[in-house]
């Protein structure tokens, strides 16, 4: 793999979406974006190949913006992961934990570590994401400050690791999706498969009902349907599905068949390997 291969991230350094690039993309530099519009955006300019998207938690559930976003990059998902998160809490090097009084983090990592912030008494601050949090800590020292990040945040910005794991619940987990400019679909005989999909139904009664049907009386297993709206409007609903199986399976194709006499669009965001955990 040349060595100029590149992967954006929404981010800064150190964020668990690095980590996600390092661990399953390890031949790729990881790129920072900003927002979640620019790391797409970077794969679509070409400034990057892939992009490493988070698009839910096991404990808060899917991650904002993102169902809005896939249908209009014109990307393709290539393949799933599912990272377990592991908060660490860290201080700058030599500050006693004893007279530690603050930890700051994103909102969610400082709701998914409530055991050890009532433990210690420290006051919880929300900052802008795990990595900021860090980052500012090292750039504005003060030792009376924790933070909650990942242990590659830790590396980055200097800080010391004074109680690893600190997370309440060790079945959090994210589940990430690696973004491509080209599809590439695996054959059938290469193991599970996820089909990954959105569509908007006809506005008729029972549209959704009946489009969805033809997926139980094929057999096709639906793991997650969710809706959003679209442009803002109670009246139009865009739905993302995931279902294992190959567009090839004669099963899968009669139900896409049957969901299409029912929806104004249809667009395959992807077919790749379903991760191992799932």
């Given at each position: 793999?040349?060595?100029?291969?590149?992967?954006?991230?929404?981010?800064?350094?150190?964020?668990?979406?690095?980590?996600?690039?390092?661990?399953?993309?390890?031949?790729?530099?990881p790129l920072p974006c900003p927002t979640f519009d620019l790391a797409f955006r970077?794969?679509?300019?070409?400034?990057?190949?892939?992009?490493?998207?988070p698009i839910e938690n096991s404990l808060a559930g899917r991650v904002s913006d993102?169902?809005?976003?896939?249908?209009?990059?014109?990307?393709?998902?290539?393949?799933?992961?599912?990272?377990?998160?592991?908060?660490?809490?860290?201080?700058?090097?030599?500050?006693?934990?004893?007279?530690?009084?603050?930890?700051?983090?994103?909102?969610?990592?400082?709701?998914?570590?409530?055991?050890?912030?009532?433990?210690?008494?420290?006051?919880?601050?929300?900052?802008?994401?795990?990595?900021?949090?860090?980052?500012?800590?090292?750039?504005?020292?003060?030792?009376?400050?924790?933070?909650?990040?990942?242990?590659?945040?830790?590396?980055?910005?200097?800080?010391?690791?004074?109680?690893?794991?600190?997370?309440?619940?060790?079945?959090?987990?994210?589940?990430?999706?690696?973004?491509?400019?080209?599809?590439?679909?695996?054959?059938?005989?290469?193991?599970?498969?996820?089909?990954?999909?959105?569509?908007?139904?006809?506005?008729?009664?029972?549209?959704?009902?009946?489009?969805?049907?033809?997926?139980?009386?094929?057999?096709?297993?639906?793991?997650?349907?969710?809706?959003?709206?679209?442009?803002?409007?109670?009246?139009?609903?865009?739905?993302?599905?995931?279902?294992?199986?190959?567009?090839?399976?004669?099963?899968?194709?009669?139900?896409?068949?049957?969901?299409?006499?029912?929806?104004?669009?249809?667009?395959?965001?992807?077919?790749?390997?379903?991760?191992?955990?799932?």
């Amino acid at each position: 793999m040349a060595e100029n291969k590149k992967i954006a991230f929404q981010g800064e350094a150190g964020a668990y979406s690095e980590v996600a690039c390092g661990l399953y993309a390890p031949g790729y530099t990881p790129l920072p974006c900003p927002t979640f519009d620019l790391a797409f955006r970077a794969v679509t300019e070409g400034d990057a190949d892939l992009a490493m998207i988070p698009i839910e938690n096991s404990l808060a559930g899917r991650v904002s913006d993102i169902h809005h976003l896939l249908p209009q990059t014109n990307l393709h998902i290539i393949a799933e992961h599912f990272l377990p998160i592991r908060h660490q809490l860290m201080a700058l090097p030599g500050a006693d934990p004893a007279k530690l009084t603050k930890v700051r983090s994103h909102a969610m990592a400082l709701g998914q570590c409530r055991d050890m912030i009532e433990r210690r008494k420290l006051l919880p601050e929300v900052a802008g994401d795990t990595a900021g949090a860090a980052r500012i800590l090292a750039e504005t020292p003060d030792n009376t400050v924790a933070v909650i990040a990942s242990e590659l945040a830790a590396t980055h910005y200097g800080l010391e690791i004074i109680e690893p794991e600190v997370q309440d619940a060790d079945h959090n987990t994210t589940r990430f999706l690696t973004m491509s400019r080209e599809a590439y679909m695996p054959s059938k005989d290469e193991g599970r498969v996820v089909t990954s999909f959105v569509f908007q139904v006809r506005n008729i009664p029972a549209a959704l009902y009946k489009g969805l049907g033809g997926f139980a009386t094929n057999g096709i297993n639906m793991t997650k349907l969710e809706s959003y709206m679209v442009n803002g409007s109670f009246n139009a609903t865009m739905f993302y599905a995931d279902i294992e199986g190959h567009p090839d399976d004669r099963a899968v194709r009669l139900a896409l068949e049957e969901l299409g006499f029912f929806t104004a669009n249809l667009k395959i965001l992807g077919v790749y390997k379903s991760d191992r955990p799932r």
